[in-house]
């Protein structure tokens, strides 16, 4: 064929196997293909359905040539759709899950006993995994009573099994079908009835209200569709010159210890500019075809982020883990959270850390069995623990002793030594992701080790030697005893100012229903609220004794 003929010149080139410029084909090619769509009126919803099945399946066949691949995603889809059917109680969503992960894992282990180069089937399987999977969980939250379900449970349930046709276009959804983004069948389905336009917000202006789609879409599509072949190109110049694997040489170890250090960072950014670049594209690719709108902002200006699967200012500037988590892989991280973290914690219950273990855990096994996987998620779930004790138990005192206590803290600027803080825990948080990501890139146990040791493990001894220090050593109950012991002594500050302001004399013939107490604040009103003389985080009836001072947001 000529388009093979073509994409074969390109990846020589390219120094890449055709199939993954065949791939990048498919990206670029949904973006005119989105624009046609969009030419199908809304009430003829079945059309619809037809083209995402047909556009879909001319990719996996006609470009990808992956007609193995056909069968095991129809395979997975069908058995998903027959269990979701059949099967009526809690055991149905963890049964799809055990099916079609077990699938899946069957397509890791071929990869990995067959290593190839070349576009394979698991790719489009991993993002079928996160569909099929939330669409079983939204069809059991469909047939349980609303008050059990929280917010966003009752916005994706699925009340009635949707018919084959409309399942199938929802499998095949061609702008995000190869590497996502994944959305749920009520999103979908909102899209295809054009519902989702009609979200909530400052709305449109008036000349804006006969409009079919908010305006913005091109606009913000060819934004990211710049953004994503300047991540593949950067990429394709520099990721072999940055990439992991240079850390298996022997050339590496003879370099001093500040140049591996850097040199790290700047393998770190490198291969991370591909999962940027492609997410970038399908992105844009899914606002051209209309699906990503996310109603208006407060000046009334659409918002097209619905699609995101990366915020890559909020990655590389991470103040924290958590900040770098929830912007990485978003898609992922939503259906990691909806369908695996809060399905296995009981009504009544808190996560535990073993609950963060078991859903990173499942992350390694959705992305394959390279031993890599596995030591990158391991350490990363003790790494979240760990910055959720630095920020629960360090992080208060660089913020006021009382930050909760006025409504005028919440809006005052950060301090110095908050921002100081913000600095250090970006910096950190970068090490730590170039040095955690290394056996994720390099897959091999042992080269992954040998890559983490040829660093000195720092990663680890940060890490590690943190929670050994806060948990087994009593440090996080000495931070927070020392917290609590600060925050009683402002609060005590702050009442007694309260108290001496209130003898504060007034001028001569002033009624005392016109005097003004500032400094009172929030004390008058606790007092009047609770009757009983006792004022929360201020003093008691008798001006003396504290009471406990409210510290939940710290």
Same mark, same amino acid.
């Given at each position: 064929?000529?388009?093979?003929?073509?994409?074969?010149?390109?990846?020589?080139?390219?120094?890449?196997?055709?199939?993954?410029?065949?791939?990048?084909?498919?990206?670029?090619?949904?973006?005119?293909?989105?624009?046609?769509?969009?030419?199908?009126?809304?009430?003829?919803?079945?059309?619809?359905?037809?083209?995402?099945?047909?556009?879909?399946? =001319? =990719?996996?066949?006609?470009?990808?040539?992956?007609?193995?691949?056909?069968?095991?995603?129809?395979?997975?889809?069908?058995?998903?759709?027959?269990?979701?059917?059949?099967?009526?109680?809690?055991?149905?969503?963890?049964?799809? =899950?055990?099916?079609?992960?077990?699938?899946?894992?069957?397509?890791?282990?071929?990869?990995?006993?067959?290593?190839?180069?070349?576009?394979?089937? &698991?790719?489009?399987?991993?993002?079928?995994?996160?569909?099929? &999977?939330?669409?079983?969980?939204?069809?059991?939250?469909?047939?349980?009573?609303?008050?059990?379900?929280?917010?966003?449970?009752?916005?994706?349930?699925?009340?009635?099994?949707?018919?084959?046709?409309?399942?199938? #276009?929802?499998?095949?959804?061609?702008?995000?079908?190869?590497?996502?983004?994944?959305?749920?069948?009520?999103?979908?389905?909102?899209?295809?009835?054009?519902?989702?336009?009609?979200?909530?917000?400052? #709305?449109? &202006?008036?000349?804006?209200?006969?409009?079919?789609?908010?305006?913005?879409?091109?606009?913000?599509?060819?934004?990211?569709?710049?953004?994503?072949?300047?991540?593949?190109?950067?990429?394709?110049?520099?990721?072999?010159?940055?990439?992991?694997?240079?850390?298996?040489?022997?050339?590496?170890?003879?370099?001093?210890?500040?140049?591996?250090?850097?040199?790290?960072?700047?393998?770190?950014?490198?291969?991370?500019?591909?999962?940027?670049?492609?997410?970038?594209?399908?992105? #844009?690719?899914?606002?051209?075809?209309?699906?990503? =709108?996310?109603?208006?902002?407060?000046? #009334?200006?659409?918002?097209?982020?619905?699609?995101?699967?990366?915020?890559?200012?909020?990655?590389?500037?991470?103040?924290?883990?958590?900040?770098?988590?929830?912007?990485?892989?978003?898609?992922?991280?939503?259906?990691?959270?909806?369908?695996?973290?809060?399905?296995?914690?009981?009504?009544?219950?808190?996560?535990?850390?073993?609950?963060?273990?078991?859903?990173?855990?499942?992350?390694?096994?959705?992305?394959?069995?390279?031993?890599?996987?596995?030591?990158?998620?391991?350490?990363?779930?003790?790494?979240?623990?760990?910055?959720?004790?630095?920020?629960?138990?360090?992080?208060?005192?660089?913020?006021?002793?009382?930050?909760?206590?006025?409504?005028?803290?919440?809006?005052?600027?950060?301090?110095?030594?908050?921002?100081?803080?913000?600095?250090?825990?970006?910096?950190?948080?970068?090490?730590?992701?170039?040095?955690?990501?290394?056996?994720?890139?390099?897959?091999?146990?042992?080269?992954?080790?040998?890559?983490?040791?040829?660093?000195?493990?720092?990663?680890?001894?940060?890490?590690?030697?943190?929670?050994?220090?806060?948990?087994?050593?009593?440090?996080?109950?000495?931070?927070?005893?020392?917290?609590?012991?600060?925050?009683?002594?402002? &609060?005590?500050?702050?009442?007694?100012?309260?108290?001496?302001?209130?003898?504060?004399?007034?001028?001569?013939?002033?009624?005392?229903?016109?005097?003004?107490?500032?400094?009172?604040?929030?004390?008058?009103?606790?007092?009047?609220?609770?009757?009983?003389?006792?004022?929360?985080?201020?003093?008691?009836?008798?001006?003396?004794?504290?009471?406990?001072?409210?510290?939940?947001?710290?």
């Amino acid at each position: 064929m000529l388009l093979d003929s073509a994409f074969d010149a390109a990846g020589a080139a390219a120094g890449v196997h055709s199939s993954h410029m065949a791939l990048l084909a498919c990206f670029v090619i949904s973006y005119p293909l989105g624009s046609v769509f969009l030419l199908i009126p809304k009430d003829q919803p079945a059309l619809k359905h037809a083209c995402n099945i047909g556009i879909s399946v =001319f =990719f996996l066949l006609g470009m990808l040539h992956l007609w193995t691949g056909m069968l095991h995603v129809v395979g997975s889809a069908m058995a998903t759709y027959i269990l979701a059917a059949v099967m009526k109680g809690r055991a149905m969503p963890w049964t799809v =899950f055990a099916v079609v992960m077990s699938h899946l894992l069957l397509s890791h282990w071929n990869r990995y006993m067959w290593p190839t180069d070349a576009v394979e089937i &698991s790719g489009p399987q991993m993002v079928l995994i996160m569909k099929l &999977s939330t669409f079983a969980w939204n069809v059991y939250d469909g047939r349980q009573k609303l008050e059990s379900l929280d917010e966003s449970q009752k916005e994706t349930r699925i009340a009635a099994m949707p018919d084959l046709l409309s399942y199938f #276009g929802y499998v095949f959804y061609f702008p995000a079908f190869l590497i996502g983004p994944a959305l749920t069948y009520a999103d979908y389905m909102a899209w295809i009835n054009e519902t989702s336009f009609q979200k909530s917000g400052a #709305g449109p &202006s008036n000349s804006q209200d006969k409009q079919r789609i908010p305006s913005g879409r091109k606009r913000v599509a060819l934004q990211k569709l710049v953004l994503g072949l300047v991540g593949i190109g950067y990429y394709a110049v520099y990721g072999s010159k940055f990439g992991y694997d240079i850390m298996l040489t022997g050339e590496w170890k003879q370099n001093p210890l500040w140049y591996r250090l850097a040199f790290t960072q700047l393998m770190g950014f490198t291969q991370r500019t591909k999962y940027y670049g492609a997410w970038m594209l399908t992105e #844009g690719a899914c606002i051209f075809s209309g699906y990503g =709108f996310n109603g208006y902002d407060k000046k #009334g200006q659409p918002l097209w982020n619905k699609a995101a699967n990366v915020d890559i200012l909020n990655i590389e500037l991470a103040p924290n883990f958590k900040i770098l988590l929830d912007s990485w892989n978003i898609n992922t991280n939503t259906w990691l959270r909806n369908s695996v973290y809060k399905r296995l914690v009981k009504p009544g219950e808190k996560p535990t850390s073993m609950t963060t273990l078991y859903t990173f855990m499942t992350s390694a096994i959705w992305h394959g069995v390279y031993p890599g996987y596995y030591l990158t998620f391991f350490l990363g779930s003790l790494l979240s623990s760990a910055a959720k004790g630095a920020r629960r138990y360090f992080r208060p005192f660089f913020l006021p002793a009382l930050a909760n206590s006025s409504a005028a803290s919440k809006f005052a600027p950060p301090s110095t030594l908050k921002r100081v803080y913000d600095v250090l825990g970006t910096a950190t948080t970068i090490v730590i992701l170039n040095y955690i990501v290394a056996p994720f890139m390099i897959l091999g146990f042992w080269d992954s080790l040998h890559a983490w040791w040829s660093l000195y493990a720092y990663g680890h001894v940060i890490v590690i030697g943190f929670l050994i220090w806060g948990n087994a050593l009593g440090g996080f109950g000495y931070l927070a005893a020392m917290a609590k012991k600060r925050a009683l002594k402002a &609060s005590t500050k702050e009442a007694w100012a309260a108290k001496e302001s209130m003898t504060t004399p007034a001028a001569p013939g002033t009624p005392f229903g016109e005097l003004e107490m500032p400094a009172l604040g929030g004390l008058v009103k606790d007092i009047q609220a609770n009757g009983n003389g006792k004022a929360n985080g201020h003093v008691n009836g008798n001006g003396r004794k504290m009471a406990s001072t409210d510290r939940s947001a710290l």
